[in-house]
């Protein structure tokens, strides 16, 4: 357990310290060994047949899925009394990191535990548990989640398949087309949504064998080709009235708390992911030598490699920290109450914000990390038989499923705005405060002994400025400020660097005690040079907003904030760079 529980955007109004934070150094020798456990199958198990697997060989896909479910990794978030082992989030996160190896059997792996299995776990009632929950945790059934429509994929809701009830109420009669569903070709379980009398938005669990569903083909993807991803069609497709999930037309619900946990979840794989791919990025920087040596000696690539090892470690920091916020908002849920799994699911939802921030943010970390891993390999980073080309195009899809990263963005201050009319943050007193602290300015005064006391100023001034901003949108747009998005987007930019920044500082501060000299100096300078990367960025989104927000003496003044506001000294950042990538070419990985 952390010191404080901090609640859901409450890190953009207050300070918190290293010991609120929850860190992958905290990992008990129970998370590690389910960490090792996923590991070992990965590299044992999947990579010797990554081709097979490429080239669609479904069959081997739902036996290593078998072999996963023996391996107990398909019922980490299950519950204890149907057989799952229910642990918690930083489990399932670690698990899903350490999968993201797999390339697209993680895709496979992650629909059907992620969003195939859990609208069940919250869900399902006691005998639709007991009829499928044991079969999709043990990985003879696999399951799929059919939420998008050929039409409507951001606009969930405005899906049209529909569902009527069968003249002896004994059956609805599904119709419409279900589209990308992963798994979507070998699943036997598929929770499928659709609207009751074209109205009422409702989920239902529907089996593969079910009489009047079928299967489109598979669809040839850029990338995680060796995932499946199908249409799902339904002509008067038959599902038993008993397998309604959840409440007619609470179907939403389902929809979007799952998302939550499907984006947390999407952080930890994509970050696992990153680390993977900046390792092998190091090793051919390495070997390959051009002008006598290797490339890995020039300042060019070991900047990247700085710049790359830096970005990993504060995603990782910002994940984990989450996880953390979750699991200990979670143990505060006593489980025998009748509504637990509601509770539970607002539990989830009260980090909405910060699960929008890890998929946005970490997903991006990926991004650019294959990108770069595909120009230090040159040429041969576009030649299929190097893997920098297989993570490049296997990258892509993060930014799109989970939400777009435009609609993840848009949910940040969306939501904080949203809570804070609600009155749970109080945003408005905040951003007055931080107004009057623009107009009165004032010197920071630096702790020369405290490593971290730039950054530590850093953030506290970058929230004022994320403040400022909200204050000033709010009153110039008032309730119009949801369609200004141009302004919401570069918000939730100044909102995903400060979570990002001050996740990897605490991490920093917490674990350095217990580090070696070496270590030390590795992780001051990993802090060092994202927190200047990220100042930089954050500074363009807050100027960027401020000219769209205001003009005149406003827009002077508003600018002049924000340039006092996001300064940042990053005196050292070349030899912090040039460490950061020693350190690691060393090591020839991932170094934290
Ligand atoms: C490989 C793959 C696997 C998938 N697996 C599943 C699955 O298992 N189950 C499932 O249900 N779905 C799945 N999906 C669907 C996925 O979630 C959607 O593709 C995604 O939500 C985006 O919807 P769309 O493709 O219709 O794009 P659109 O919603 O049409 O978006 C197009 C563009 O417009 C932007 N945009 C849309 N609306 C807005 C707005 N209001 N404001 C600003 N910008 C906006 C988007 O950000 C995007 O850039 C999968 C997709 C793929 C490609």
Wanted: hydrophobic content about 45%; proline content about 3%.
């Amino acid at each position: 357990m952390t010191a404080k529980l901090f609640k859901g955007a409450e890190y953009l109004i207050t300070a918190a310290t290293k010991d609120d934070i929850f860190t992958p150094e905290d990992f008990t020798d129970e998370q590690k060994q389910i960490g090792e456990t996923t590991a070992q199958f990965v590299q044992n198990e999947v990579m010797p047949h990554r081709a097979e697997i490429e080239n669609h060989d479904f069959g081997l896909v739902v036996q290593l899925m078998k072999k996963c479910g023996e391996l107990g990794l398909l019922m980490i978030d299950a519950p204890e009394e149907y057989g799952g082992l229910e642990l918690d989030k930083a489990t399932s996160m670690l698990a899903a990191e350490k999968i993201s190896t797999a390339g697209s059997f993680s895709v496979t792996y992650s629909a059907h535990s992620g969003i195939g299995t859990l609208p069940l776990v919250y869900y399902g009632t006691k005998e639709q548990k007991d009829k499928y929950l044991g079969r999709i945790i043990s990985g003879e059934w696999i399951a799929a989640y059919c939420l998008t429509e050929p039409d409507s994929g951001s606009d969930a809701l405005g899906a049209k398949a529909t569902a009527t009830l069968s003249p002896d109420k004994k059956f609805y009669l599904l119709n419409g087309t279900k589209q990308f569903i992963t798994n979507g070709s070998f699943a036997n379980l598929y929770t499928i949504f659709a609207k009751i009398d074209k109205e009422h938005f409702t989920a239902f669990l529907v089996e593969r064998t079910a009489e009047g569903l079928s299967v489109g083909p598979e669809e040839n993807k850029l990338g995680i080709r060796g995932s499946s991803t199908t249409q799902i069609v339904l002509e008067n497709a038959r599902v038993p009235v008993e397998n309604v999930l959840g409440q007619i037309g609470k179907g939403h619900k389902i929809a979007f708390n799952v998302l939550n946990v499907g984006r947390f979840k999407l952080g930890a794989a994509v970050t696992g992911a990153a680390k993977y791919a900046l390792a092998e990025g190091i090793k051919y920087a390495n070997i390959r030598k051009q002008f006598g040596s290797p490339i890995a000696g020039f300042g060019a690539i070991k900047e990247k490699i700085a710049d790359l090892t830096a970005a990993i470690f504060a995603a990782e920091s910002l994940v984990y920290r989450l996880a953390g916020l979750i699991d200990d908002k979670l143990a505060t849920i006593d489980k025998n109450i009748p509504n637990y799994y509601e509770v539970y699911q607002k539990g989830i939802e009260e980090y909405a914000i910060e699960c929008a921030i890890a998929k946005v943010f970490c997903s991006e970390v990926l991004a650019e990390v294959v990108d770069q891993v595909v120009q230090i390999h040159g040429g041969y980073g576009v030649i299929q038989e190097y893997p920098a080309e297989g993570f490049y195009r296997d990258e892509r899809i993060n930014r799109i499923f989970e939400g777009t990263n435009e609609i993840n963005r848009l949910l940040i201050p969306g939501m904080i705005l949203s809570r804070s009319m609600k009155g749970e943050i109080p945003l408005q007193r905040e951003a007055m405060k931080a107004v009057e602290a623009l107009m009165t300015p004032s010197m920071d005064e630096l702790d020369d002994t405290d490593p971290f006391a730039a950054e530590k100023a850093l953030i506290a001034n970058l929230k004022k400025a994320f403040l400022v901003l909200a204050g000033s949108s709010v009153q110039k747009f008032m309730m119009a400020l949801k369609d200004e998005q141009e302004i919401l987007l570069a918000a939730a930019d100044v909102a995903i660097n400060i979570f990002a920044i001050e996740s990897a500082l605490l991490r920093a501060e917490k674990i350095l005690p217990s580090l070696s000299e070496a270590k030390k100096a590795s992780v001051i300078a990993a802090v060092k040079v994202f927190t200047f990367s990220a100042a930089e960025q954050t500074a363009t989104a807050a100027r960027k907003a401020a000219f769209f927000i205001e003009e005149g003496d406003n827009l002077a003044i508003l600018l002049g904030g924000i340039r006092r506001f996001t300064k940042y000294d990053a005196t050292g950042l070349l030899a912090f760079k040039r460490q950061l990538a020693k350190a690691a070419s060393e090591a020839e990985k991932y170094i934290f």
